[in-house]
């Protein structure tokens, strides 16, 4: 009977099936596939390499009486046995479709005996005999004796099976991939294997992997160039100096047409190897796919559990691509952005894309390519382009980046892309990726603290210090107001590594509230003139001062290095953002000329409709403000801070100027968001004097002043100071308004006397302290 059982066993691939029981099992684990997809399938098996046609199957499978059902039945029963074996019809490894005839089984089958149980280890079964017959005593006996003897052998066995699978590796324990070794003499294997074991080692949750930047910066401390290849005896030395567990040395050779990839896991206090794999491809095009089954290998015997591989174990082939060119392009453009070479990584990525036009993550990859470089439009394609292929073709943890990514870039909406990190996070607890991303996202929302909390945690478990999540915690704490902390945080950085400017630019902005005019001095010195952040920051501090002439210059400056550049959208931005700055000035004439001008560069986004909405709103050009909130409403219908914050500034700045005071106030009380702009404050505070409720914009402006961390404040301080000065006086408190004009007079003692609110404030003043005088 036990023969009769097993006869009816098939294996293929990593599936063991019994077709009397109707069980399907994946390394030892039970498939969840019944009904009609498992007949077809047994079907399929029973004539491996032959062709079924469609017909057969409905003959076998579906009764005469369901033939109008048959084709939507067939079609799905096919669609679900594909999900539980993991295969394709674009590109199959198990089940080939001939369109319109029926489908071959194309894996090579085993039929009969297996090597083992199918679903789990079996016990051994005890018969003794049914009576006791003085003859067999002494026979009986002995099978007592060597019963125990088995059974002490099974339990020795059992005891050394469990030291021996004992895993590898802990949880917590961090290894390191070292480069493909080529043995095959073909040039196509060099840079073109490593990114993709990468991705099928760190589809695990289980393991964390060394990030290739933070290699490449060891390997720059360790003297050597960050460039050079990681061998096996490097890669030792470079486990050691970050405390790492193993190293991974991966090769490729060739035997004949076969190519054989072993993987070898080399711990490194022992230098002997802990965890090996090894798959063979009977040809080029089977290579990547091959690589995939030997890393899944590689990460059991690693420790990783099958329920573990189960769920996060898509075919390599898949996950990346099975054009070795276009991985090896994909390969070359990583290590050209690494490099700070944007514009030479985007051929290769558009290389890539363009030998796989499926090839997911070369357009993700395209993507922040093109983002780096501000050509956000294409960047938003790429984007879009790899959120539209992500099912079926990334591994879970890219499916979770390229999701959040969209969101972040492509939608705006902020609410979709919080919900995809909160699961990547809860799938990989152990990403700094996902804990960077998700304190970007609390920081968008308002959320501080909650940001901070992330990114200090990505600081605390990156491998390798980052100076992205450093400058990332910095302007969290500057946002809270925290300087000594965000003062200490960067000099704690600086001891690892370089500060870029816009942490220069955070130390500057602090040793201006500190008075510290030598250190400001010091860090001017080390920003390249035309550096775009700190030719940004110095034009807020112009306005701050009021030096009309020299935020002018700074900003056509800005300008015009952008449009060099070719950077458009940019170019519309900055118009934008000088007309909205002209027009806070009461520069009306300016103001409504720059957005023309942004206008006519056909960018539109989201940022530059808001900001002129806004200017020509304040201008009374209503009806131009009005078409501006509606084209912004219709390109970012799911964008968060669009909808919750750009469209009620403009649309509050319409109302007030028609004179709908209460409307205008309710539009920004209502807002959500509160804490994304200083913008909100000042526009609410404009809102309540309007509306007659000074108290209220008191409030306001003394919040925006308090927020000194944020980016923007140099701009909005004085406004601010004018505001509350005029608030005061709305109040009836002249000495509060007399003290607040003064301050605001200290902060623009070398402002240009043209500015028309300059000249306004001044009259205010003067009418205020003779009234007083006449009453005193």
């Avoid at 490894?93 to 489908?103: D, S």
């Avoid at 453009?333 to 514009?343: A, E, P, V």
């Avoid at 980052?466 to 950085?493: D, V």
Wanted: charged share 25%; proline share 3%; glycine share 6%.
């Amino acid at each position: 009977m036990e023969s009769g059982v097993r006869a009816h066993r098939t294996r293929f691939g990593a599936f063991n099936v019994d077709l009397r029981s109707g069980e399907v099992y994946k390394h030892g684990i039970r498939m969840k596939l019944q009904g009609q997809p498992f007949q077809v399938l047994a079907v399929l098996l029973e004539h491996p390499g032959d062709v079924v046609t469609r017909e057969e199957l409905r003959q076998k499978l579906w009764p005469a009486d369901t033939f109008v059902d048959f084709d939507t039945g067939l079609n799905n029963a096919i669609k679900k046995l594909r999900d539980v074996l993991g295969d394709s019809a674009d590109e199959p490894r198990y089940i080939e479709t001939l369109p319109r005839r029926g489908y071959r089984f194309i894996a090579q089958v085993q039929n009969g005996e297996s090597t083992g149980p199918i679903g789990g280890e079996q016990k051994p079964t005890l018969v003794l005999p049914s009576r006791k017959d003085p003859e067999s005593v002494g026979q009986r006996r002995f099978t007592v004796i060597a019963l125990v003897a088995a059974l002490l052998i099974v339990a020795s066995v059992v005891a050394w099976r469990m030291l021996a699978t004992r895993p590898a590796l802990k949880q917590t324990d961090v290894i390191l991939l070292a480069n493909f070794v080529n043995r095959t003499g073909d040039p196509v294997f060099d840079n073109s294997l490593d990114k993709a074991l990468e991705v099928k080692l760190t589809e695990s949750p289980f393991l964390s992997l060394l990030p290739e930047t933070d290699v490449r910066a060891t390997l720059g401390m360790m003297r050597h160039n960050p460039d050079d290849r990681v061998t096996r005896d490097l890669g030792i030395e470079i486990c050691k100096r970050q405390g790492l567990k193993a190293v991974v040395v991966p090769e490729i050779d060739a035997v004949g047409s076969t190519y054989l990839i072993t993987l070898d896991a080399i711990d490194v206090q022992s230098g002997k190897s802990i965890a090996r794999s090894q798959e063979d491809a009977t040809n080029k095009n089977q290579v990547v796919a091959a690589l995939g089954k030997a890393g899944s290998q590689l990460r059991l015997e690693l420790g990783e559990s099958l329920r573990s591989l189960e769920k996060y174990d898509i075919p390599l082939d898949l996950a990346t691509t099975s054009s070795l060119e276009a991985l090896q392009a994909y390969r070359t453009g990583q290590s050209l952005m690494r490099s700070g070479k944007q514009n030479d990584a985007i051929v290769f990525f558009k290389r890539a894309v363009e030998l796989d036009p499926k090839f997911c993550s070369a357009y993700a990859a395209l993507g922040t390519a093109y983002f780096s470089i501000s050509n956000d439009q294409a960047a938003w394609k790429s984007f879009t382009e790899a959120y539209e292929l992500k099912d079926g073709r990334l591994t879970q943890e890219e499916n979770f980046q390229t999701t959040a990514l969209y969101h972040a870039y492509v939608t705006g909406n902020l609410e979709k892309g919080q919900a995809v990190l909160v699961l990547y996070q809860q799938a990989y607890p152990r990403s700094v990726f996902a804990a960077n991303r998700l304190g970007i996202n609390y920081m968008t929302l308002g959320r501080g603290d909650e940001g901070l909390q992330e990114f200090m945690w990505a600081i605390k478990h990156s491998t390798v210090p980052s100076a992205q999540y450093y400058s990332n915690a910095s302007q969290a704490l500057m946002s809270l107001g925290r300087f000594e902390e965000a003062k200490n945080l960067l000099n704690e950085w600086q001891q690892k590594g370089s500060l870029n400017t816009y942490e220069r630019g955070a130390l500057y902005r602090i040793a201006f509230f500190e008075k510290d005019t030598a250190t400001m001095e010091t860090l001017a010195g080390q920003f390249p003139t035309d550096d775009v952040h700190w030719r940004t920051l110095q034009m807020h501090f112009a306005f701050l001062r009021g030096d009309l002439s020299k935020f002018r210059s700074l900003s056509d400056a800005l300008i015009s290095q952008q449009r060099n550049a070719g950077q458009m959208e940019n170019v519309a931005g900055q118009l934008a953002m000088r007309g909205q700055l002209e027009s806070f000035l009461g520069k009306d004439d300016v103001s409504t000329n720059m957005c023309r001008h942004a206008a006519e560069l056909g960018q539109d986004t989201i940022d530059e409709l808001w900001r002129c909405g806004e200017v020509f709103a304040d201008a009374g050009k209503v009806a131009q403000a009005e078409a501006l909130a509606v084209k912004l409403n219709r390109i970012g219908p799911e964008d968060t801070i669009g909808q919750n914050v750009y469209l009620p500034l403009i649309r509050s700045a319409i109302e007030r100027k028609r004179g709908n005071v209460t409307l205008a106030v309710d539009l920004l009380a209502q807002s959500k968001l509160h804490d994304f702009t200083l913008d909100q404050y000042y526009q609410r505070a404009q809102a309540y004097l309007a509306a007659g409720d000074p108290r209220k914009a008191v409030a306001e402006l003394e919040t925006l002043l308090d927020h000194r961390g944020w980016w923007t404040w140099a701009v909005y301080a004085p406004l601010a100071q004018l505001g509350l000065a005029r608030a005061y006086a709305a109040q009836g408190d002249r000495e509060k308004s007399r003290k607040t004009y003064e301050v605001f007079f200290t902060t623009w003692k070398d402002a240009d006397p043209n500015i028309p609110i300059f000249r306004q404030a001044k009259a205010e003043y003067k009418k205020l302290t003779a009234t007083a005088s006449a009453a005193a």
